[in-house]
């Protein structure tokens, strides 16, 4: 079993729907909990980040933890083709400021058609 | 303000041959991380430089080597080069002092044939 599990998809939806990503993981000791948006033929962006449980929003972008369930979603709103990305969720047990090893999901690809 | 940077884009090798890769950190960064992305898969973690030593590593064999160096520079060195090495290679550059966060560089794109 991977530490973190994210459905590939393809995704694929009409500009302006309301796009739901999500990875569950199964190590108890992730503390700090990322996503990443990756264009092609670039290399990941940070998105969002959050530590322990709890939603977090930034315009568009909500990421919400669900410590209890080894549960994390990416929610973007009003969707625009230029989010037409790979979406990789990435965590790490690392606590304060020292970041180490990063685990990430395999990545959902996203397409956003006009 | 620069980015992570990496050299070369692109790279074309044997199997059995040696290869390096370079990464300049972002300004003000002081800690490298490599990562190996396969196609459709998510990046794995390699090892990890800080002040000029291997921190952290990942499950890579130790064909796998890195350096630091002493203007937070690394390298990524990999002998007898597998098929299965053919990956996107991601330096990702962090400070424990700059707030959360690695800035990724776009990668070096490996192949081996």
């Known amino acids: 079993q991977k530490e973190v599990e994210q459905d590939p998809g393809p995704l694929s939806v009409p500009e302006g729907a309301i796009v739901s990503l999500n990875c569950t993981y199964s190590?108890?000791?992730?503390?700090?909990f990322m996503w990443y948006r990756q264009y092609s033929r670039k290399g990941p962006e940070l998105l969002m980040y959050?530590?322990?449980?709890g939603n977090k929003e930034d315009g568009r972008f909500t990421a919400q933890v669900d410590k209890s369930s080894k549960y994390i979603s990416l929610f973007i709103r009003d969707s625009q083709p230029s989010d037409s990305a790979t979406y990789l969720c990435?965590?790490?047990?690392?606590?304060?400021?020292?970041?180490?090893?990063?685990?990430f999901g395999r990545g959902t690809q996203l397409t956003v058609w006009p | 303000d620069a980015g992570v940077t990496q050299s070369p884009t692109h790279l074309i090798k044997t199997r059995g041959q040696q290869v390096t890769l370079r990464c300049s950190p972002k300004?003000?960064?002081?800690?490298v991380s490599w990562y190996q992305q396969a196609l459709g898969q998510g990046p794995q973690f390699i090892f990890q430089?800080?002040?000029?030593?291997?921190?952290q590593r990942g499950n890579f064999p130790d064909r796998f080597s890195g350096h630091q160096f002493p203007n937070y520079s690394s390298e990524l060195n990999v002998n007898a080069l597998l098929l299965g090495d053919s990956a996107l290679y991601l330096c990702?550059?962090?400070?424990?002092?700059?707030?959360?966060?690695?800035?990724f560089g776009s990668g070096t794109r490996l192949t081996v044939v």
């Open positions: 990702a550059s962090s400070s424990d002092f700059q707030g959360y966060g690695y800035t």
């Open positions: 190590n108890s000791a992730f503390q700090y």
């Open positions: 959050t530590y322990s449980s």
């Open positions: 990435a965590m790490t047990p690392d606590r304060g400021s020292t970041l180490g090893r990063l685990y």
């Open positions: 300004s003000g960064h002081d800690t």
């Open positions: 430089y800080y002040e000029e030593e291997e921190r």
